[in-house]
């Protein structure tokens, strides 16, 4: 899991724009969702994990720049007084043997319909972005000292689902 | 005497809209249930109406957080929304209709241009569907209130009905606005945690008004407790109170009137 | 003819005998059926589209002598409820959805759906699609009806299960979580509100768990009839098809782990969908409607065609990937469409009202007079069926079906006696018993504004109550007309394991008895019942399934009141992480709906106040089989099941309604689970009053030497009720004939007070103790 996969079924061609945008609660807000996705980790067995904060993620492809995806993040994607954004890079983070800070993302299978994302579409449209393909994802950041394959185990069994979900497991920043 | 013209605006999504529209109705206005799209159409005008009321419900499924989307609508193809406050009309929103006037920027204070407060999830981390007991601020010039007692009961239902502020300093201009309509109370009149308050909203505030008093927002549901017969302990010997959500009502209703 | 598997893929559903009748039809009209045909009739004839099983053939030994059924369920369900003809039901097993009248301007539609291994996979996707697919039928009945009230019973293992499990199921405490936030984020955003179901625990869920999920619907009494006629439109609207809703990609794996196996349920268009399909009955402007479930438009078109014909250009349906093929578009069960039949002159203004929902249309065809099915894509025929034969040629093989009636299980001594209060205590947290609190406030069970008796009752709104009541007045829009109705169930696959037809008549009864505790005219009711089995080629599994079906034949006679749906579904069994197979135990889920006449004449069960007296309707026996007793201390005393007698319950259920009705109870609540022991303390510590009981008082139709049998035996037909002092003597005249005594009285101080036979005290309880037992055994256990 090196790599992510495309998760869109045709490869955007270079002269498109993709990005993919984080957004999270601001710190000083407490993570209700965190705390339920620690529990769920504890239960499935990484009794180390200390805190869990949930962020969702925004795949955009299509006709855009970094000025609509300022727009959008601005007038839809990221409300100014719950939550902070940041654009995630092309580049992978490490996916070591072991680390105390995860990031995991969560993305459904390209199979699946993913009906958040048709109403992200549509209400771009209506901020008059260009047409662009869009999937919904979620990134646990994780704190705890485990192994990579006991979190691997762990996650598929608690916060997402294989038989829907793509998950892909990296070292936190 | 003429009823006042109420709009109960609609969206996909919008799922409170019926009973709103009857509440509207016993409170002696004459309700329209209309679809965003037709006035974004022009077929329909905010203007020709007397009180705008924003019911509850998932507008547009709610996914990018609650009333996001039907606020950019607001701002987008309502453009008179602002004047129709600044005029006075009586609007009032309700749980997902509050999340959406917060989100335009409209409360708690509606000269602002940009929103000023959110919602985060309930510190349950679950969907809360619960009768809670508010305290009303007798202070507020809200004219929902007139004649209501200080606590009252209302039913509450929603995931996301937490509300914070930017800032500590923000919670003194709501509290000197009287912009704090409705408080989350245990059955003494206290204020308290959860269950009491449901969701963990600052201060427990579960309503905000406008310094003038004519836009309300609130999470709790009025349009579900118009008859007696909603309450919970209503078959309980010792309970008396009538629905005294519809005295919300029938306040803007009479306020229109003058 | 080859085996069309050596030319092509196997039509997997299609069996032996299917093939061969496949065959000789094809061979009369000289030519080999098309691939799609295939498909088709594979689909239309397997168990989702059609009960196979249960409106099949059947040889039935008792162990004495053997009967014939031609079709199971017509002669035993659908024939007991025709004998009965009551004037109310207005559309009985057909649909899905059964409608009753609802006074003289409306009707009710009302459907339960059973989902079972895709929630162990899936659960939240399982869930939501499950409950989607349920509203999707009701607001499809008739030419279309606005729901208002979901149900939801879940079967699953216990939170804390602790055995292995295979690698692809979910542990039970996710797929609880999962399966409630499924229901949750479908029913809430539909705006319906999710206000009457139950939880029951059993490890042998772990593989299979039961989800089911429930709609009544609000329509008004002309909607009630619809057929389409030839030269109607086929239109279809909502969520355009894709591949995610093919359940077997054609050509590609079993079922079983794949994504595309994996349904995702869309509220949004769903709402979407329940508004336009609204706006356009109001205006008449559809002839039919039916919504696309399992086997997608195929089915669809085949149930609203009838007996006539349809044409179908596949290359118009608005598609969410334009590379389907056109079997994938015929067979895809994408969610979120319905299928309507519109008279072409309506046809713009119908296109209209879904365009201002927000709600995509387009016309696929039209319904002809030819009887044949005939669909093409940009002009290449692809199906050309005789409606006739896929609707009938479906050859019936009989199955053999078997019942043994278990060893009378010897009584043994309680390993250790318990005392009384420990018995009541541990029974009031065990998980069949306990508060679904945590699970009811995640729903949106006051939505609308009409659920008038709550499913949590009491002082501070936390108690269980037996069923709820709607006042549908924001669907009526008549404020003024107090008409309501309540719905309740019965569930008890414990009863089941010792004898299917015992637990049908006990189920039957419980769901009336739920009805009748607050106030509703249960001799107006009408019936659902859902059956879920495992491998019904297993003849002692479909002997069973006859056993439970002779019950709800027996019972409707009895009791008068009539089924007007059935759904079953079968082959409930995995293979577990060791490899051998576990089957649920065979579940019956009885629902039941009755008219409330005036919804502020409405009763909850929680005591009112100290100082009344505390009657007991019914005689208990030492029937303490299955029992909550039993699970708690081991087998001892009476080990059968429950035996209901449905005539008797009537007889009874009579006289308590008229009582309740002049308003002579203050409370009422039913015995079911736990027995009088139970219920006494479900109803002190809702209401905040303690009471005292004579056990010596109970009334009994045989000698019964045991307090603990008198506290515990589920015997069915019992109800308690609390009444004023001044109101006993009406009361006692309104019951006269039948088992009704004072066993008890009302009192301030908060405890459960209980007086033996022999006099003495034999148990005080705090209601604070057994209050917290009740309240934190399911939180508790989720961790």
Not at chain 2, 8 to 22: H, K, P, Q, S, W
Not at chain 3, 25 to 45: M, S, V
Not at chain 3, 68 to 79: A, W
Request: aromatic residues 6%; glycine residues 10%; contains cysteine.
């Amino acid at each position: 899991m090196s790599d992510k996969p495309g998760l869109l079924a045709a490869k955007a061609p270079s002269s498109l724009g993709s990005y993919v945008v984080e957004v999270n609660l601001k710190p000083e807000f407490a993570d209700a969702a965190g705390l339920t996705a620690l529990r769920m980790l504890h239960d499935a067995g990484i009794a180390a994990a200390r805190g869990v904060r949930v962020g969702r993620l925004y795949d955009l492809r299509g006709p855009l720049n970094l000025g609509h995806v300022h727009v959008a993040v601005r007038e839809l994607l990221c409300d100014c007084v719950t939550q902070e954004f940041r654009l995630c890079h092309g580049a992978a983070a490490a996916s070591p043997n072991s680390a105390e800070r995860w990031r995991v993302e969560v993305w459904l299978k390209p199979a699946v319909a993913d009906t958040a994302a048709e109403s992200v579409r549509a209400a771009l449209g209506d901020l008059g972005m260009p047409e662009v393909a869009v999937r919904c994802g979620l990134a646990y950041h994780i704190a705890a000292k485990c192994g990579r394959g006991q979190l691997d185990k762990a996650v598929a069994r608690s916060l997402a689902n294989p038989s829907i979900h793509l998950i892909l497991v990296h070292e936190d920043r | 005497m003429k009823k006042p013209r109420i709009l109960v605006l609609r969206a996909a999504g919008t799922n409170c809209d019926l009973e709103t529209a009857d509440a509207c109705t016993q409170a002696g206005g004459a309700p329209e249930r209309v679809h965003i799209d037709l006035i974004r159409a022009g077929r329909a005008r905010l203007m020709d109406y007397d009180i705008l009321v924003l019911p509850g419900g998932y507008s547009y499924g709610d996914d990018l957080g609650a009333g996001r989307i039907l606020a950019n609508q607001l701002k987008l193809h309502i453009k008179e929304l602002r004047n129709f406050v600044r005029l006075g009309r009586p609007v009032l929103g309700i749980s997902n209709g509050f999340q959406a006037l917060v989100k335009t920027g409209l409360l708690p204070v509606a000269h602002a241009s940009e929103q000023t407060a959110g919602f985060t999830a309930n510190d349950s981390g679950l969907f809360e569907a619960r009768w809670v007991h508010l305290r009303l601020n007798t202070q507020s010039s809200c004219l929902f209130f007139k004649g209501l007692p200080e606590m009252i009961e209302l039913p509450v239902a929603h995931g996301e009905g937490k509300l914070v502020l930017r800032s500590p300093r923000q919670l003194e201009d709501l509290k000197k606005n009287k912009s704090i309509a409705m408080q989350y109370v245990s059955d003494d009149g206290k204020l308290a945690g959860y269950p009491a308050n449901p969701n963990g909203s600052v201060f427990n505030i579960a309503a905000l008004s406008n310094p003038e008093g004519n836009c309300l927002g609130l999470m709790p549901h009025p349009e579900r407790y118009i008859s007696k017969f909603q309450h919970p302990n209503w078959t309980r010997q010792t309970f008396v109170k009538a629905g005294v959500g519809l005295e919300l009502f029938r306040n803007a209703v009479d306020y229109c009137r003058g | 003819m080859p085996p069309p598997a050596q030319k092509n893929r196997a039509p997997a559903a299609l069996d032996a005998a299917e093939l061969a009748a496949v065959q000789a039809h094809f061979r009369t009209l000289r030519r080999e059926p098309t691939p799609a045909e295939l498909e088709t009739l594979a689909r239309a004839w397997s168990e989702p589209c059609r009960s196979r099983t249960f409106a099949g053939p059947v040889r039935f030994n008792d162990g004495r002598k053997t009967r014939r059924f031609k079709n199971l369920l017509d002669e035993t369900i659908v024939k007991a409820s025709r004998r009965l003809n009551r004037a109310w039901c207005l559309s009985t097993f057909q649909d899905g959805a059964g409608i009753v009248a609802f006074g003289p301007k409306w009707a009710l539609a009302f459907k339960v759906e059973a989902h079972s291994h895709s929630c162990a996979i899936e659960p939240h996707g399982g869930a939501e699609t499950g409950v989607g697919g349920v509203i999707r039928d009701v607001i499809a009945a008739g030419l279309g009806a606005r729901p208002v009230l979901n149900t939801d019973h879940l079967c699953v293992a216990p939170p804390d299960y602790a055995g292995p499990l295979p690698d692809t199921v979910r542990h039970p405490r996710r797929i609880l979580g999962s399966v409630v936030s499924g229901v949750r984020d479908y029913g809430n955003r539909m705006g319906i509100p999710t206000a009457a179901g139950g939880l029951w625990f059993d490890d042998a869920y772990r593989l299979n768990p039961l989800v089911f999920c429930g709609t009544v619907g609000l329509l008004p009494a002309w909607a009630v009839r619809k057929e389409a006629k030839a030269g109607d439109l086929i239109a279809a609207a909502g969520g355009r098809t894709g591949r995610d809703g093919l359940r077997r990609t054609p050509g590609a794996g079993p079922d079983g782990n794949d994504a595309s196996a994996v349904q995702v349920g869309h509220a949004l268009n769903g709402k979407r969908l329940l508004d336009a399909l609204l706006a356009a009955r109001d205006r008449k402007l559809f002839r039919a409607v039916t919504a696309c479930g399992a086997g997608g438009f195929a089915a669809a078109v085949a149930a609203l065609a009838g007996g006539r014909g349809a044409r179908i250009s596949l290359e118009k349906a608005p598609l969410k990937a334009p590379d389907l093929a056109p079997l994938e578009i015929w067979l895809s069960e994408s969610q979120e469409r319905l299928l309507f039949a519109v008279p072409p002159r309506g046809l713009d203004a119908f296109a209209q009202a879904c365009a201002a929902e927000g709600c995509e249309t387009a016309v696929l065809g039209e319904f002809t007079d030819t009887g044949r099915l005939v669909v093409t894509h940009a002009g290449t025929p692809v199906v050309d069926l005789d409606l006739g034969f896929l609707s009938r040629g479906l050859p019936r093989a009989e199955k053999a079906a078997v019942w043994t009636a278990p060893k009378p299980a010897g009584a043994k001594a309680p390993a250790r006696e318990k005392g009384l209060d420990q018995i009541l205590t541990e029974g009031l947290a065990h998980l069949n018993v306990c508060s679904r609190e945590w699970v009811i406030r995640q729903y949106d069970h006051e939505v609308q504004g009409g659920t008038v008796v709550k499913p949590l009752q009491g002082s501070r709104h936390d108690g269980p109550g037996d069923a709820c009541v709607i006042w549908p007045h924001a669907a009526t829009g008549d404020s003024d007309d107090f008409q309501g109705f309540a719905v309740g169930h019965g569930l008890n696959p414990a009863y089941g394991r010792l004898d299917p037809y015992r637990m049908a008549l006990a189920c039957a009864d419980e769901a009336l008895r739920n009805l009748l505790c607050v106030g509703a005219d249960v001799s107006r009711a009408a019936l659902l019942g859902n059956f879920c089995w495992a491998d019904p080629d297993d003849p002692e599994q479909l002997g069973a399934l006859v056993r439970a079906a002779e019950g709800c034949r027996d019972a409707a006679l009895g009791l008068g009141v009539p089924f007007i749906s059935c759904q079953e579904i079968l082959r409930n069994q995995s293979a577990d992480a060791s490899g051998k197979t576990l089957a649920i135990p065979g579940t019956l889920l009885v629902s039941a709906l009755a008219p409330v006449a005036d919804v502020r004449k409405s009763l909850t069960m929680d005591i009112k106040g100290p100082g009344n007296a505390l009657y007991l309707v019914g005689s208990t026996a030492e029937e303490l089989g299955g029992s909550l007793f039993h699970q708690i201390c081991g087998r001892c005393f009476g080990c059968a099941a429950p035996a209901a007698d449905p005539r008797a319950a009537a007889a009874m259920f009579k006289g308590v309604q008229a009582a309740l009705a002049k308003g002579l109870a203050l409370s009422a609540h039913d015995l079911s689970d736990g027995g009088l022991g139970v219920a006494a303390a479900e109803m002190c510590f809702t209401g905040g009053f303690g009471a005292a009981l004579d056990l010596d008082k109970v009334p009994r139709r045989s000698a019964i030497y045991s307090d603990a049998v008198l506290l515990f035996s589920e015997s069915a037909s019992r109800i308690l009720l609390e009444v004023a002092p001044d109101r006993e003597a009406a009361l006692l005249k309104a019951l006269r004939g039948l088992p009704a005594k004072r066993v008890g009285a009302t009192m301030a101080n908060p405890v459960l007070k209980v007086a033996g036979l022999d006099g003495r005290v034999v148990m005080e309880s705090a209601l604070s103790t057994l209050k917290s037992a009740w309240q934190d055994a399911l939180p508790g256990r989720l961790g």
